[in-house]
């Protein structure tokens, strides 16, 4: 046997991988809402809604929902069928509600609509679907 020193083991530091495993999460998932928000596909933290200033069900609807919804409400990129499917069969208080408290990941437009807006927006839903406004 030799008399060299023989080398400490190393200490591991667990510490160290949960630190890294955060920062990398926290740092993708900033980057995901950072894309989102330059892409208009998501609500954005910390930003105001523009306010809209139709008072019609129609411009309401191309401005805000369209691009999400499609413009007949058959779905799009971003959001479900309105006029089809589960989605078609739920009542204008539901609708409303959906619209004022948004419902992920549609952005809720309380404070971007006025509450006429968003009974105007809701009506044309049901208008889409071939369905009375008026009870």
């Known amino acids: 046997m030799t008399d060299e020193p023989v080398a400490a083991p190393r200490r591991r530091r667990p510490w160290l991988w949960v630190l890294s495993f955060v920062v990398i999460s926290v ?3 900033g980057t995901l809402i950072g894309v989102g928000c330059a892409l208009r596909a ?3 933290p910390f930003t105001d809604r523009s306010v809209e ?7 309401i609807w191309a401005n805000n929902c369209s691009l999400c919804h499609g413009p007949n409400g058959a779905g799009g990129p971003g959001g479900p ?16 509600d959906a619209v004022r408290g948004g419902k992920p990941p549609m952005p809720r437009f309380k404070g971007a609509l ?3 807006q968003i009974a105007e927006v809701s009506g044309y839903v ?3 679907r071939g369905e009375a406004t008026t009870p």
């Open 114 to 116: 006025t509450d006429e």
């Open 53 to 59: 200033t139709a008072s019609d069900g129609p411009t």
């Open 81 to 96: 069928s309105l006029i089809a499917g589960e989605r078609a069969s739920i009542s204008l208080a539901e609708i409303v």
């Open 42 to 44: 998501n609500a954005c």
């Open 126 to 128: 049901l208008e889409l």
């Open 27 to 29: 740092a993708g998932l």
